[in-house]
């Protein structure tokens, strides 16, 4: 290659290029932890619980606002309502230079249960449903969902639900009409062929003993109050999910890839988490931000646009007199979200030169949002050349992204609602094949390298 040639032009060159024989051991360590942690955490809760227990296991203790002092040696954690999760490294230098942040989300796309979901008809006991996020309908019928959940009794008693993930125990599915009787389903447009009215899961098929109507559905609930204390009332305040039965796989012969549900965005939030874990001693405060509900737009209280990760910043700035906003306008925080991967079996939606490939590293986004950057943050140029510079002092390979062509549709993520904090943002993450799928498939060398890039991130300014 010429030295104009080299200096001018970008080189194209994947991950697989830059690895030495030893790192792929590494990855291969990195992607048997990811994939139990997928195993362990099928919901937002689930993945709570399991970060919880990680981070008791390297020395982090639970903050309590009213007692504790964020100070340089020290690590926390704080959780809300089990369903979202803060981890933060107090710094050596002053809160008001700012906090090295990452922020991802732990929920994903799932089938939630209704209100009152159990019903009898037709010989089965069924459970109606509502959707959560952006699924395609088709891909949940016909395929093992395990129940996963919480139950709040009357009482306040919780009750953790898990049915359909370990040897041995049952799973519900969603029916789909066969092939030989679906013409009427055929002659529809896939959006219109599948309801979510009609994803209803089945339950049961076998009565109960007792003499009376809905046989069926009681014996359901006798399981359900065997198992659990609860009754049909305790419906009411219950948070229960469908989500797909299957393990965490290796894909592909060469075993270089990883299937399974969930990876958006647990791609990122355990690369992020497995990054702070090592955190030591950081020049600057490092927090890693585990948010609920960006699915469905980020809301509620558990979500990036609640105050819950406002309030745990605020008292530790509050400890130095700094305020809020001084501290978030010197910080810089990586968005770490999964993006789309070029997929050759879909290639018109994408614009090659533009799209992110797996194999290739972590892919940025400058911008997300749909068609004319509508819901984007949208980073500067100057916060892209101090991204630039992070990953390649760290040797991290990386690459450029978009979602896919301009007006084929898109995707935001918790970037925009951590821009409107005042914060310098910039979204990178693992890029998936079958993204919002019951089987999304990434390759493992890129959740390494973002787990390498967001360990960057936490450890700048260090000497």
Not at 54 to 83: E, I, M, N
Not at 365 to 386: I, N, V, Y
């Amino acid at each position: 290659m010429s030295d104009k040639r080299g200096l001018l032009l970008r080189e194209k060159k994947s991950a697989y290029e830059v690895l030495s024989e030893h790192e792929w051991e590494n990855i291969l360590d990195y992607s048997k932890g990811y994939m139990a942690f997928l195993d362990a955490g099928k919901t937002e809760r689930e993945c709570v619980c399991e970060i919880e227990k990680l981070a008791q296991s390297h020395g982090f203790s639970c903050w309590d606002r009213t007692r504790d002092k964020a100070v340089p040696g020290g690590a926390f954690y704080t959780q809300k309502h089990g369903k979202a999760i803060m981890l933060a490294v107090p710094g050596c230098r002053p809160i008001s230079q700012g906090v090295r942040m990452v922020a991802s989300h732990i929920d994903s796309p799932r089938i939630d249960l209704k209100p009152y979901p159990l019903y009898e008809k037709d010989g089965f006991a069924i459970f109606k449903t509502h959707y959560y996020g952006g699924i395609k309908k088709y891909q949940w019928m016909a395929t093992p969902l395990s129940l996963h959940g919480a139950v709040y009794l009357k009482n306040g008693d919780l009750k953790e639900v898990s049915i359909g993930g370990n040897p041995g125990d049952p799973v519900l599915f969603i029916s789909d009409v066969l092939p030989h009787l679906a013409k009427n389903q055929s002659d529809k447009t896939v959006g219109k062929a599948f309801s979510g009215e009609n994803l209803n899961a089945t339950a049961g098929a076998r009565p109960d003993q007792d003499q009376g109507d809905d046989r069926i559905k009681l014996r359901v609930l006798d399981i359900l109050h065997e198992r659990y204390g609860m009754t049909e009332n305790d419906f009411q305040s219950a948070e229960l999910c469908l989500c797909p039965a299957n393990k965490a796989r290796d894909v592909g012969l060469d075993r270089s890839m990883i299937g399974a549900y969930g990876q958006d965005d647990r791609a990122c939030a355990y690369a992020a988490l497995k990054a702070i874990l090592e955190v030591k001693n950081p020049e600057y405060t490092t927090a890693c931000i585990m948010a609920d509900k960006e699915e469905i737009g980020s809301e509620g209280i558990t979500g990036m646009q609640s105050g819950f990760f406002d309030a745990v910043l605020r008292d530790m700035c509050s400890e130095q007199g700094v305020s809020l906003y001084e501290c978030y306008e010197n910080s810089f925080c990586l968005s770490g979200d999964v993006c789309n991967a070029f997929d050759p079996n879909f290639a018109d939606v994408s614009d090659p030169q533009n799209n992110a490939r797996a194999g290739f590293g972590p892919g940025v986004f400058k911008a997300t949002g749909h068609r004319g950057k509508s819901g984007a943050s949208d980073a500067s140029g100057q916060t892209m050349s101090r991204l630039r510079q992070l990953l390649d002092d760290a040797g991290v390979p990386w690459q450029m992204g978009e979602m896919g062509k301009v007006d084929q549709g898109g995707g935001g993520t918790v970037a925009k609602y951590i821009a409107n904090r005042g914060i310098e943002v910039v979204d990178i993450g693992v890029p998936v094949i079958s993204m919002h799928s019951t089987f999304e498939v990434t390759a493992k060398i890129d959740c390494y390298f973002t787990y390498k890039a967001f360990l960057a991130q936490f450890m700048s300014g260090n000497s």
